[in-house]
T-cell receptor
Framework: AQKVTQAQTEISVVEKEDVTLDCVYE???????LFWYKQPPSGELVFLIR??????QNEISGRYSWNFQKSTSSFNFTITASQVVDSAVYFC??????????????FGTGTRLTIIP | DTGVSQNPRHKITKRGQNVTFRCDPI?????LYWYRQTLGQGPEFLTY????????KSRLLSDRFSAERPKGSFSTLEIQRTEQGDSAMYLC????????????????FGEGSWLTVV
């Protein structure tokens, strides 16, 4: 069975501070995808990044960066120089690669991030 | 591309009534998914379609729930004889099987349809 744990339920930081959101996953599959989604108050899940299990390179996109470590089964997300617009609930998710492509995502319970002006 | 579109965005209904939600996926996306999200939780998988075929249904999808995707385009999710426990946000998502590049199979979500059963 697959499981995603986001131990941080809520985080508040002052604007311009850096913040890291933790994600730990469990899976028996050797091939899988990891995702991060952002959910603003409007409700839409906004795709941020996808990483497959064979690619452990860290990635940076503007103020966002992701650290994938298979040895610790973690896929952490860091926002540098946070802004008020970053306030949202962030979800980490896991799926496995089947013969038919992506199947169902298993989500963590999310981390509510509040950026204080 | 326009995003995944869902309607209605909000629905308040009395217990026992039937409700139907509609989802229009991103154009040319052949896979469509329904998820359910309750307050303070992550989305949970309900079902998905590849074209018009319903490939998998979760145990969460009781007999009162039915989803269709005629002609492999838009999809509807109907809940019959609604119960208060059905109150949640219903999210639709789509993806393109076999897409090229690193984002070929990324799943894109709509804004969700909030259901309140009173």
């Amino acid at each position: 069975a697959q499981k995603v744990t986001q131990a941080q339920t809520e985080i508040s930081v002052v604007e311009k501070e850096d913040v890291t959101l933790d994600c730990v996953y469990e899976t028996r599959d050797t091939t899988y995808y990891l995702f991060w989604y952002k959910q603003p108050p409007s409700g839409e899940l906004v795709f941020l990044i996808r990483r497959n299990s064979f690619d452990e390179q860290n990635e940076i996109s503007g103020r966002y960066s992701w650290n994938f470590q298979k040895s610790t089964s973690s896929f952490n997300f860091t926002i540098t120089a946070s802004q008020v617009v970053d306030s949202a609930v962030y979800f980490c998710a896991l799926t496995f690669i089947s013969n038919f492509g992506n199947e169902k995502l298993t989500f963590g319970t999310g981390t509510r991030l509040t950026i204080i002006p | 591309d326009t995003g995944v579109s869902q309607n209605p965005r909000h629905k308040i209904t009395k217990r026992g009534q039937n409700v139907t939600f509609r989802c229009d996926p991103i154009s040319e996306h052949n896979r469509l998914y329904w998820y359910r999200q309750t307050l303070g939780q992550g989305p949970e998988f309900l079902t998905y379609f590849q074209n018009e075929a319903q490939l998998e249904k979760s145990r969460l999808l009781s007999d009162r729930f039915s989803a269709e995707r005629p002609k492999g385009s838009f999809s509807t999710l109907e809940i019959q004889r609604t119960e208060q426990g059905d109150s949640a946000m219903y999210l639709c998502a789509s993806s393109r099987l076999g897409g090229q590049g690193s984002f070929g199979n990324t799943i894109y979500f709509g804004e969700g349809s909030w259901l309140t059963v009173v």
